[in-house]
């Protein structure tokens, strides 16, 4: 069966500290991997999704950067973070012609 | 651009009182509708997939339906342990690979 895993589970960073969120799924290959935030009592905002290794499809434009250096691994990046940073990352992923989105426990993300 | 909209924001119920949510969606062309649940500091569990006008899913007290402009996610006889916040999402055509999620009704169901 296909697990997702993602760390750290919580994190609180300075504004002007830099990021590493990581996604890894087990199972499956060759998956489709997004990034969302959920900001408190709102939906979720698609970052960044990759359909293959090395390919990165941005949907909103930020200081947040997104790679896929290995086919189940993704990683959200920002050089300096801003106080808007703050919420809840969320990685999931999808396979193939199935559409529906399998998500991972999040990383809760405070900026200070 | 796709737009889904849920309805109520908040829903208290009592246990065993049943009841439905809404999701409106105005999309060109309609690939999938899902329907998730998150508890609180998780991330969302995947329910259900529907992808045409008609179609029926269950899953223990939860059935969800769809029709050509919206979907209902009905439960029937809650217990405390359906409360969470409830999602429901659209994939078409024009947005291969992406989903546009509405921003989910919120269920409290008391003892």
């Known amino acids: 069966s296909q697990t997702i895993h993602q760390w750290p589970a919580t994190l609180v960073q300075p504004v002007g500290s830099p990021l590493s969120l990581e996604c890894t799924v087990e199972g499956t290959s060759n998956p489709n991997l997004y990034w969302y935030r959920q900001a408190a009592g709102r939906g979720l905002q698609l970052l960044f999704y990759?359909?293959?290794?090395?390919?990165i499809s941005s949907e909103v434009p930020q200081n947040l950067s997104a790679s896929r250096p290995q086919d189940r691994q993704f990683i959200l990046s920002s050089k300096k973070l801003l106080l808007s940073d703050s919420g809840f990352y969320l990685c999931?992923?999808?396979?193939?012609?199935?559409?529906?989105?399998?998500f991972g426990p999040g990383t809760r993300l405070t900026v200070t | 651009e796709d737009q889904v909209t849920q309805s109520p924001e908040a829903l208290r119920l009592q246990e065993g009182e049943s009841s439905s949510l809404n999701c409106s969606y105005t999309?060109?062309?309609?690939?999938?509708l899902f329907w998730y649940r998150q508890d609180p500091g998780k991330g969302p569990e995947f329910l259900f997939t529907?992808?045409?006008a008609g179609e029926e899913k269950e899953k223990e007290r939860l059935k969800a339906t769809l029709t050509k402009k919206e979907s209902f996610l009905h439960i029937t006889a809650p217990k405390p342990e359906d409360s969470a916040t409830y999602l429901c999402?659209?994939?078409?055509?024009?947005?291969?690979?992406?989903?546009?999620f509405g921003a989910g009704t919120t269920v409290t169901v008391r003892a």
């Open positions: 990759s359909v293959g290794i090395g390919q």
């Open positions: 529907l992808y045409s």
């Open positions: 999402a659209v994939q078409t055509p024009s947005n291969d690979y992406k989903l546009s």
């Open positions: 999309v060109s062309g309609l690939r999938g």
């Open positions: 999931a992923w999808s396979v193939g012609t199935a559409y529906e989105q399998y």
